[in-house]
C-alpha cells in the first residue's frame, strides 16, 4: 500500500509516521520542513501546498492508493485568511490526485469546533446538523463537503475524522495539558477563566492507532469522532496533574478557592459508538495515564 501523507512533520504527523514506518508501509511525505525525516526510509516531496503553481509530477508519479491529510498551516491562529488559504490548498492537492493519479482512500483529520465552534453541549453525535459562525469550522466543513461531493462521483473512501482535544509528547508547550504541567511544576501563576470547561481529550498514541484501523480496514465514507467519548473537566486536570508532581492536591486546590469553581463556557465530548464498530476491542488511554506518561 503507497500512502501520501500531508502534515508529516505536525504534532499528530509526527507521531503517525514513526507508526507507518515500523509497520514498514510506502510511505511519501508532502511539506516545506522534512528535514526531521532525513535519513528515514520514506519518499519525501519538497512541497509548498500555498503554492498554485505547484509541479506534483512526484506525486503524480507516486500514483498512492491513500491520502492521509493532515496538513493545516497557522495553527493556533484560525483567522479567515489563514482558514481560507488552507481550504484552497486543501482543494488544490485532492483534485490534484482523484484526477491524476490512482488513489482510492481519502482519510482527512476535520476539527471537534465543527459543532458549531464548541457550542453544542454535551454528548456531539456525527449526525448533528451543525452551523458554525467562525472561520476554521465555516472552511472545515466547506472542505468535507466539497469533498465528499468529489470521493462520490469518483467513487472513492472519503473517512473525515473529527479530532478533539488531542495531547501527548511533542504537543505545543502552550496547549492546556503541557501548560498545565510546566506552570505547577514551577510553581507559576495559572490563569485560566473557565476551570469547570469539560472537553473530550485523547492521547495521541489512541488517535495514531485509530488512524491506521481506517488504512486496514475499508471503512464507509463518512465522518466519524476521534475522541474518547469521555468529558474531562479542566480542574480535574489541574488535580491530576497536582498529585503526580507534588503528591497531594494543596497547590491546585489553593488555585481553585481564588475563583468560581462551577462557571463553564464548554461542555462537550465526542460520541464514539459510530467510531466503536469498527474499532476491535480497542481501549482508549484513560486521561490519568496519559498524563503520567507525560509527567
Given at each position: 500500500m503507497k500512502i501520501l501523507i500531508s502534515g508529516g512533520s505536525g504534532f499528530i504527523g509526527k507521531h503517525l509516521v514513526?507508526?507507518?514506518?515500523?509497520?514498514?508501509?510506502?510511505?511519501?511525505?508532502?511539506?516545506?520542513?522534512?528535514?526531521?525525516?532525513?535519513?528515514?526510509?520514506?519518499k519525501t516531496q519538497i512541497l509548498d501546498l500555498n503554492n498554485s503553481n505547484n509541479d506534483y509530477k512526484e506525486v503524480e508519479k507516486y500514483n498512492p492508493d491513500v491520502f492521509i491529510h493532515l496538513a493545516w498551516e497557522g495553527i493556533p491562529v484560525y483567522n479567515d485568511e489563514l482558514s481560507k488559504r488552507n481550504y484552497h490548498n486543501t482543494m488544490r492537492i485532492i483534485k490534484v490526485l482523484v484526477n491524476s493519479t490512482d488513489c482510492s482512500k481519502i482519510i482527512s483529520t476535520g476539527s471537534c469546533w465543527e459543532y458549531n465552534d464548541g457550542n453544542i453541549q454535551g454528548l456531539c453525535n456525527e449526525d448533528l446538523?451543525?452551523?458554525?459562525?467562525?472561520?476554521?469550522?465555516?472552511?472545515?466543513?466547506?472542505?468535507?463537503?466539497?469533498?465528499?461531493?468529489i470521493a462520490n462521483k469518483k467513487n472513492i473512501l472519503f473517512n473525515w475524522l473529527r479530532v478533539f482535544y488531542v495531547y501527548g509528547p511533542g504537543q505545543r508547550d502552550e496547549s492546556i495539558i503541557p501548560m498545565l504541567i510546566e506552570k505547577i511544576k514551577n510553581k507559576?501563576?495559572?490563569?485560566?477563566?473557565?476551570?469547570?470547561?469539560?472537553?473530550?481529550?485523547?492521547?495521541?498514541?489512541?488517535?495514531?492507532?485509530?488512524?491506521?484501523?481506517?488504512?486496514i480496514d475499508n471503512i464507509e465514507t463518512g465522518i466519524y469522532n476521534l475522541g474518547s467519548g469521555n468529558g474531562v473537566e479542566v480542574k480535574e486536570l489541574l488535580k491530576i496533574i497536582d498529585t503526580k508532581i507534588n503528591g497531594r492536591d494543596i497547590f491546585t486546590s489553593e488555585y481553585l478557592s481564588k475563583i468560581d469553581q462551577n462557571k463553564r463556557n464548554q461542555n462537550f465530548y465526542a460520541c464514539t459508538k459510530k467510531l466503536n464498530k469498527y474499532l476491535k476491542n480497542f481501549e482508549f488511554t484513560d486521561i490519568d495515564s496519559g498524563i503520567n506518561n507525560l509527567i
Open positions: 514513526n507508526y507507518l514506518i515500523k509497520k514498514k508501509y510506502n510511505l511519501m511525505l508532502l511539506g516545506r520542513n522534512l528535514d526531521s525525516f532525513a535519513g528515514i526510509k520514506v446538523v451543525t452551523n458554525p459562525k467562525k472561520p476554521f469550522s465555516i472552511y472545515k466543513k466547506k472542505i468535507f463537503d466539497e469533498v465528499l461531493e507559576k501563576k495559572i490563569n485560566i477563566n473557565f476551570p469547570a470547561n469539560i472537553n473530550d481529550f485523547i492521547y495521541v498514541d489512541d488517535v495514531v492507532k485509530i488512524i491506521n484501523q481506517f488504512l
